[in-house]
C-alpha cells in the first residue's frame, strides 16, 4: 500500500487522537476499535496481571462509551467539535486517511494522488465497489459534490477555511477525481485525508440532512439517537475493509458527570472513557483500568476575546494583562494532574514547526506586576463585569474558577457562564461575549499540518470566531502555508511573534489527550490508540 509521511518523524502515541478535545475538536472512541476480539461487553478479563489476550480477530460485541455531552449535530461538514467527530468519523470516510505513525494512505482512493510538481493539481482514482449505507454505489460525483458543496457561499462548513486555495474540482469519469489549486497550499494532503465525504443522490442541507442521522460509507452505519442518553451505532457489513470492523455495536452513552464515568469504567458498566479525568488516575489505575495519555497531542485552552470596539477586551494591554495574569501551574497542577503545559501562542506545543521559547512566553506563573502595568495602559480595570463564556463541563468550569480568581487579583472581575452545547456554539458564532473558552483538538481540523492556526486567525476564515483583524497577520499566515519546506521553520516563527504582539486570542495551556479504557476490552493495541483519522489502527493495518 502507498503511503505518505510528513517530515516530522511522529511516535505512534504522539498521534494519539488528535481529535481528542474537550470541547471543540474530538473522539474517544479511539480504543473502541483497536480491540481486535471484543466479547459481549464486559468481555472475559485477560488473567494474570497486565496480560493480553491473545485470540485472534473476531466480529461481535459491544464497546459502551460514557462521553459528557450530547453532540450539537453530527452533520460531518457543518462541525468538527468533540462530541460530533466521535460518531460520523465512524460512519464516513475520507479520499485518505491518517496512520498512528504520521503518514497518510488510501481511503476512498486506491492510491496516493498523482501531484503536478508546482503541487497545484491532485488527481485521484477511486476504490472501486464502495456503497453507501443505503447501499448506493460511491463514485467521483459524490466526492466533487461534497467539495463543491462546502465552497458555496450559503454553506456554513467548518472544512470551508481549510479549502480556500481549491480552484476547482473535476470528475472526468466515475472513478477519476481532478483538484485544481488557485496557489500552492502546503496542508491539502491534510485536507484530503480530514474532509468527510457525503452522497451526491442525497440533497444537502446545511445543519439538517446529517444533523440527526448518518448516510455514509464508513465501518459503522448509525442506528439511533436518544438525545441525552446515548447513540448507537452498528457494523457495516458492506464495509470496503473486508472483515472490518470486529465491533457488532457501539453505545456512546451521554454521562455528564466524571465521578459516574470513572465509577462506571471500574465496574465495568462501560469500557471507554475519552478525556478521562487525570485527577482520578490513581482512582481508575488502582482499580484495574488503564490510563493513557499522548504526551504530544495537542488540546488548546484558549480565551477568545470580544474585539468589538468599545469592549474592555479590544485593547491589545488588556488582554496582555489578563495574559500574564493567568496562573497556568494552577490549571496544570489541578484541572490536568500534570497532562498539560503553559501556552501563550495559537501554535501549540506538539505541533510542526512550533517554537517553545515563544510558545511559552508568559511562563507558568502569574506576573502580577506586568499584568498591573498593563492593565494600567489599557486604561485601568473595567468599569463593569466581564462576561465569561464556557461550555459546560467538569474540566471547563475547574478552569473558569482559576481564571475568574486569577483576574480578581488584579481587579477584573467576571462572571461565569456555563452553556449547554448549543446555546455555548451561538454565542461562539454569534460574538456574545466578552471572553469565551474554547477548548479545542487541533488535529480535528489539520492532522498533522500547523494550517489550523492559518484558519482559525486569518481575517476571512469562517473559524476566527472572534474576528481577529490583523493585515500583517494575514500576510504572515499567508506565506507559511506555501513556502517551501527549508523556510517552513522560520515562516512559522514569525507567526508566533505577531500572535505575541497582537494577542488576537488568548492562550492559557496545551493539555494532552487522556483516555482511561478497560482490560476486558482484548486485543487492545496499547502502542497507540488511534490515528486524528478517528479510525484505529487495527482496522487500518
Same mark, same amino acid.
Given at each position: 500500500m502507498s503511503t505518505l509521511r510528513w517530515n516530522r518523524p511522529w511516535t505512534r502515541r504522539q498521534l494519539l487522537r488528535g481529535i481528542g478535545a474537550a470541547s471543540v475538536g474530538a473522539?474517544?472512541?479511539?480504543?473502541?476499535?483497536?480491540?481486535?476480539?471484543?466479547?459481549?461487553?464486559?468481555?472475559?478479563p485477560a488473567t494474570g496481571a497486565g496480560a493480553q489476550p491473545t485470540s485472534a480477530p473476531r466480529v461481535g460485541g459491544e464497546i459502551r462509551i460514557d462521553a459528557t455531552a450530547d453532540p450539537i449535530s453530527i452533520d460531518p461538514l457543518r462541525f468538527n467539535g468533540t462530541d460530533s467527530l466521535r460518531v460520523y468519523r465512524m460512519t464516513t470516510n475520507q479520499l485518505l486517511k491518517w496512520r498512528e505513525d504520521g503518514s497518510v494512505v488510501p481511503d476512498l482512493a486506491a492510491a496516493l494522488?498523482?501531484?503536478?510538481?508546482?503541487?497545484?493539481?491532485?488527481?485521484?482514482?477511486?476504490?472501486p465497489g464502495v456503497k453507501w449505507h443505503d447501499g448506493q454505489p460511491f463514485d467521483a460525483a459524490d466526492v466533487k459534490f461534497t467539495y463543491e458543496t462546502i465552497l458555496k457561499p450559503d454553506v456554513p462548513s467548518i472544512w470551508k477555511a481549510a479549502l480556500v486555495f481549491l480552484d476547482s474540482v473535476e470528475a472526468p469519469d466515475a472513478q477519476t477525481v481532478v483538484f485544481r489549486m488557485k496557489s500552492r497550499f502546503n496542508a491539502m494532503m491534510a485536507k484530503f485525508a480530514l474532509v468527510p465525504i457525503i452522497s451526491s443522490k442525497i440533497p444537502y442541507t446545511p445543519n439538517?440532512?446529517?444533523?440527526?442521522?448518518?448516510?455514509?460509507?464508513?465501518?459503522?452505519?448509525?442506528?439511533?439517537?436518544?438525545?441525552?442518553v446515548q447513540i448507537v451505532l452498528e457494523r457495516n457489513p458492506d464495509y470496503f475493509e473486508q472483515g472490518k470492523p470486529y465491533v457488532q455495536r457501539l453505545i456512546i452513552r451521554t454521562v455528564k458527570e466524571d465521578a459516574a464515568r470513572v465509577t462506571n469504567l471500574i465496574n465495568g458498566q462501560t469500557q471507554?472513557?475519552?478525556? @478521562?479525568?487525570?485527577?482520578?488516575?490513581?482512582?481508575?489505575?488502582? #482499580?484495574? /483500568? *488503564?490510563? !493513557?495519555?499522548?504526551? &504530544?497531542?495537542?488540546?488548546?485552552?484558549?480565551?477568545?476575546?470580544?474585539?468589538?470596539?468599545?469592549?474592555?477586551?479590544?485593547?491589545? @494591554?488588556?488582554?496582555?494583562?489578563?495574559a500574564?495574569?493567568?496562573? #497556568?501551574? /494552577? *490549571?496544570? !497542577?489541578?484541572?490536568? &494532574?500534570?497532562?498539560?503545559?503553559?501556552?501563550?501562542?495559537?501554535?501549540?506545543?506538539?505541533?510542526?514547526?512550533?517554537?517553545?521559547?515563544?510558545g511559552t512566553f508568559f511562563g507558568n506563573?502569574?506576573?502580577?506586576?506586568? /499584568?498591573?502595568?498593563?492593565?494600567?495602559?489599557?486604561?485601568?480595570?473595567?468599569?463593569?463585569?466581564?462576561?465569561?463564556?464556557?461550555?459546560?463541563?467538569?474540566a471547563a468550569n475547574d478552569i473558569a474558577t482559576i481564571v475568574q480568581a486569577n483576574l480578581r487579583a488584579i481587579g477584573v472581575n467576571v462572571k461565569i457562564i456555563a452553556d449547554e452545547g448549543g446555546a455555548y456554539t451561538d454565542k461562539l458564532f454569534g460574538g456574545d461575549f466578552d471572553l469565551i473558552m474554547v477548548i479545542a483538538g487541533t488535529g480535528s481540523s489539520s492532522g498533522f499540518a500547523p494550517d489550523y492556526v492559518y484558519n482559525g486567525y486569518y481575517s476571512k476564515s469562517g473559524n476566527n470566531f472572534n474576528k481577529s483583524t490583523d493585515a500583517e497577520?494575514?500576510?504572515?499566515?499567508?506565506?507559511?502555508?506555501?513556502?517551501?519546506?527549508?523556510?517552513?521553520?522560520?515562516?512559522?516563527?514569525?507567526?508566533?511573534e505577531r500572535d505575541l504582539q497582537i494577542l488576537g486570542q488568548i492562550q492559557v495551556v496545551t493539555a494532552r489527550y487522556v483516555e482511561g479504557r478497560s482490560r476486558t476490552i482484548q486485543n487492545y493495541r496499547a502502542s497507540g490508540l488511534a490515528t486524528p483519522y478517528g479510525l484505529p489502527d487495527a482496522w487500518l493495518s
Open positions: 473522539v474517544g472512541a479511539s480504543a473502541l476499535a483497536a480491540c481486535a476480539s471484543p466479547s459481549a461487553a464486559p468481555a472475559a494522488p498523482t501531484v503536478s510538481p508546482d503541487l497545484l493539481t491532485y488527481t485521484f482514482r477511486l476504490k439538517d440532512t446529517y444533523a440527526r442521522r448518518n448516510i455514509g460509507t464508513g465501518p459503522f452505519r448509525f442506528v439511533e439517537w436518544q438525545t441525552g471507554l472513557v475519552p478525556d @478521562a479525568p487525570m485527577t482520578q488516575r490513581d482512582v481508575m489505575t488502582g #482499580r484495574g /483500568a *488503564i490510563v !493513557d495519555v499522548a504526551q &504530544n497531542s495537542t488540546i488548546r485552552v484558549a480565551l477568545y476575546p470580544s474585539l468589538k470596539a468599545g469592549d474592555p477586551t479590544a485593547t491589545v @494591554a488588556m488582554r496582555e494583562a489578563i500574564w495574569a493567568l496562573d #497556568r501551574q /494552577a *490549571i496544570i !497542577d489541578n484541572v490536568y &494532574n500534570g497532562a498539560a503545559v503553559p501556552a501563550a501562542t495559537y501554535l501549540s506545543s506538539g505541533t510542526q514547526y512550533f517554537d517553545e521559547k515563544l506563573r502569574p506576573d502580577l506586576a506586568k /499584568a498591573r502595568a498593563a492593565l494600567q495602559r489599557a486604561g485601568g480595570p473595567p468599569v463593569r463585569e466581564l462576561n465569561y463564556v464556557i461550555n459546560n463541563s467538569p497577520m494575514d500576510r504572515l499566515l499567508e506565506r507559511a502555508i506555501s513556502v517551501p519546506d527549508s523556510e517552513a521553520q522560520a515562516a512559522w516563527r514569525a507567526v508566533q
